[in-house]
């Protein structure tokens, strides 16, 4: 039995009679860049397919699952960190005081296996100096897979402050890495995340923009501190947000491989990009934490099926505090669920050919393209950093979403929508606030935001 094909012109003549008095135009929707999103993508309106696969790692997983411990005990870090390996994880962040020195990341670290879980760092604009001491900590094993992870742009936009000329900080990152590129052959060194502009506010194509000038920023700065350019670009990874929007997450990290491609090109080498993909905290709520299990779950699902290489869970109490060792879990389990049992990584590139998410990735890889060039032509991250522009732009997308939120055009389930009166806290740590170090450069802080502060100071001022 065959079934009729129906036509554009079919589904026009449908979808205007279901409006009745509201234009077909009405159903065309512009998000924080300008795009437009249509109701309807066919071969009509779709271009050529778009592949981005993503690359396999040495073990054949489709991904890392990693779990990022903060804390600033070893001991407790260290017993955070191998509860999580045992528990999943096949990587491990460390953020917190533990990364100040050798010795306390080296307790922090006793029993970890460095040349079978990649162990990174988050420590902003001190990321030399933990690099070093996570160097030292490796003991010189060739085959240890470390990520120093330094990002001191990203530190440097979100706190808006640095204790020196922000680009001697990107030359000491330049140069640290160099000097163990050759120590560790199978160490990352650079993390271009985008991620502080996502949490700030920003739009997908002005994520996607900063972190190719970021990426473009650390390369030139490691390739005059004399690293091959080839070392530079596979020891670079590339990180960006993911938040419950999970169409858009995976168009996301779709296009910014297609960008890494143009990115490397222009550098002379062709490698596979490798993404970080960390949930984002500007989508969780403090005040019912339990419905951030599904922004997080959207958030992985986004982030395993758009072929991201390494996806980062937060725990759904980040937004009070840092994660105990019940939301780790929960975290770990959630991306356990993705990989084992809903098997998200048998398909590579599963939205590949699909009219609407090949539409959606090339309209974002355009915008951060665009995004990138704005940015090199204000004179590059720093300088566009330090007269605002960038900021100025995210404040807008900012705005635009807070207005929808306010207005009701946009939702959050928990939040603005489905209000549990009654809800159940969810256990945290305490997390010590860290004052921003001074005294050498400044630029307007890109501060993070959490969309549904203002709706939960509302409802708990009502509930009393």
């Given at each position: 039995m065959t079934f009729p094909t129906p036509s554009p012109a079919d589904w026009r003549g449908l979808a205007e009679k279901a409006l009745k008095d509201r234009p077909l135009e009405s159903l065309v929707h512009l998000d924080a860049d300008g795009l437009a999103i249509r109701p309807l993508y066919a071969a009509a309106t779709g271009g050529a397919a778009i592949s981005a696969p993503r690359p396999l790692d040495s073990d054949g997983r489709p991904w890392d699952v990693r779990t990022l411990v903060e804390g600033d005990e070893a001991g407790a870090v260290n017993a955070a960190a191998l509860a999580d390996l045992e528990g999943g994880a096949a990587s491990v962040l460390l953020k917190g005081a533990v990364l100040a020195d050798s010795e306390p990341l080296a307790r922090a670290l006793d029993g970890v296996a460095l040349e079978l879980a990649a162990v990174g760092l988050d420590a902003g604009l001190d990321g030399p100096e933990a690099a070093n001491a996570l160097a030292v900590a490796a003991k010189g094993s060739p085959r240890a897979k470390l990520m120093f992870h330094m990002d001191p742009l990203s530190a440097f936009a979100e706190a808006g402050a640095a204790p020196r000329a922000i680009e001697e900080h990107l030359t000491l990152a330049a140069n640290t890495a160099a000097r163990h590129a050759g120590a560790y052959p199978e160490a990352s060194f650079f993390l271009a995340s985008g991620r502080v502009v996502h949490e700030a506010g920003g739009s997908?194509?002005?994520?996607?923009?900063?972190?190719?000038?970021?990426?473009?920023?650390?390369?030139?700065?490691?390739?005059?501190?004399?690293?091959?350019?080839?070392?530079?670009?596979?020891?670079?990874?590339?990180?960006?947000?993911?938040?419950?929007?999970?169409?858009?997450?995976?168009?996301?990290?779709?296009?910014?491989?297609?960008?890494?491609?143009?990115?490397?090109?222009?550098?002379?080498?062709?490698?596979?990009?490798?993404?970080?993909?960390?949930?984002?905290?500007?989508?969780?709520?403090?005040?019912?934490?339990?419905?951030?299990?599904?922004?997080?779950?959207?958030?992985?699902?986004?982030?395993?099926?758009?072929?991201?290489?390494?996806?980062?869970?937060?725990?759904?109490?980040?937004?009070?505090?840092?994660?105990?060792?019940?939301?780790?879990?929960?975290?770990?389990?959630?991306?356990?669920?993705?990989?084992?049992?809903?098997?998200?990584?048998?398909?590579?590139?599963?939205?590949?050919?699909?009219?609407?998410?090949?539409?959606?990735?090339?309209?974002?890889?355009e915008a951060g393209w665009a995004e990138f060039q704005r940015i090199e032509g204000e004179g590059g991250l720093l300088t566009s950093l330090r007269a605002g522009g960038v900021q100025d732009r995210i404040a807008a997308a900012r705005a635009e979403r807070e207005a929808a939120l306010a207005g009701g055009t946009a939702q959050l389930v928990g939040v603005t929508k489905f209000v549990d009166p009654e809800p159940r806290p969810a256990p945290f740590e305490p997390e010590v606030a860290t004052l921003p170090q001074t005294g050498g450069d400044a630029c307007d802080p890109l501060n993070p935001v959490r969309f549904a502060a203002p709706f939960e100071t509302q409802a708990w001022e009502g509930g009393r």
């Amino acid at each position: 039995m065959t079934f009729p094909t129906p036509s554009p012109a079919d589904w026009r003549g449908l979808a205007e009679k279901a409006l009745k008095d509201r234009p077909l135009e009405s159903l065309v929707h512009l998000d924080a860049d300008g795009l437009a999103i249509r109701p309807l993508y066919a071969a009509a309106t779709g271009g050529a397919a778009i592949s981005a696969p993503r690359p396999l790692d040495s073990d054949g997983r489709p991904w890392d699952v990693r779990t990022l411990v903060e804390g600033d005990e070893a001991g407790a870090v260290n017993a955070a960190a191998l509860a999580d390996l045992e528990g999943g994880a096949a990587s491990v962040l460390l953020k917190g005081a533990v990364l100040a020195d050798s010795e306390p990341l080296a307790r922090a670290l006793d029993g970890v296996a460095l040349e079978l879980a990649a162990v990174g760092l988050d420590a902003g604009l001190d990321g030399p100096e933990a690099a070093n001491a996570l160097a030292v900590a490796a003991k010189g094993s060739p085959r240890a897979k470390l990520m120093f992870h330094m990002d001191p742009l990203s530190a440097f936009a979100e706190a808006g402050a640095a204790p020196r000329a922000i680009e001697e900080h990107l030359t000491l990152a330049a140069n640290t890495a160099a000097r163990h590129a050759g120590a560790y052959p199978e160490a990352s060194f650079f993390l271009a995340s985008g991620r502080v502009v996502h949490e700030a506010g920003g739009s997908i194509g002005q994520e996607l923009g900063f972190v190719a000038a970021n990426a473009v920023a650390l390369l030139r700065a490691a390739v005059a501190a004399g690293m091959r350019p080839e070392a530079a670009l596979t020891g670079t990874v590339l990180g960006v947000s993911l938040d419950q929007e999970y169409f858009d997450g995976l168009a996301k990290v779709r296009a910014l491989r297609l960008m890494w491609r143009s990115i490397g090109k222009a550098f002379g080498i062709e490698t596979p990009a490798v993404i970080e993909a960390r949930s984002s905290r500007r989508m969780l709520a403090a005040r019912d934490p339990w419905p951030n299990l599904l922004r997080l779950t959207a958030a992985g699902f986004a982030g395993a099926v758009g072929g991201a290489g390494a996806v980062v869970l937060d725990g759904l109490s980040r937004a009070n505090g840092r994660s105990d060792a019940f939301a780790r879990r929960q975290a770990r389990n959630t991306q356990a669920v993705l990989l084992e049992e809903a098997h998200l990584g048998r398909v590579d590139d599963p939205a590949a050919g699909s009219w609407f998410l090949d539409a959606r990735t090339r309209d974002l890889a355009e915008a951060g393209w665009a995004e990138f060039q704005r940015i090199e032509g204000e004179g590059g991250l720093l300088t566009s950093l330090r007269a605002g522009g960038v900021q100025d732009r995210i404040a807008a997308a900012r705005a635009e979403r807070e207005a929808a939120l306010a207005g009701g055009t946009a939702q959050l389930v928990g939040v603005t929508k489905f209000v549990d009166p009654e809800p159940r806290p969810a256990p945290f740590e305490p997390e010590v606030a860290t004052l921003p170090q001074t005294g050498g450069d400044a630029c307007d802080p890109l501060n993070p935001v959490r969309f549904a502060a203002p709706f939960e100071t509302q409802a708990w001022e009502g509930g009393r």
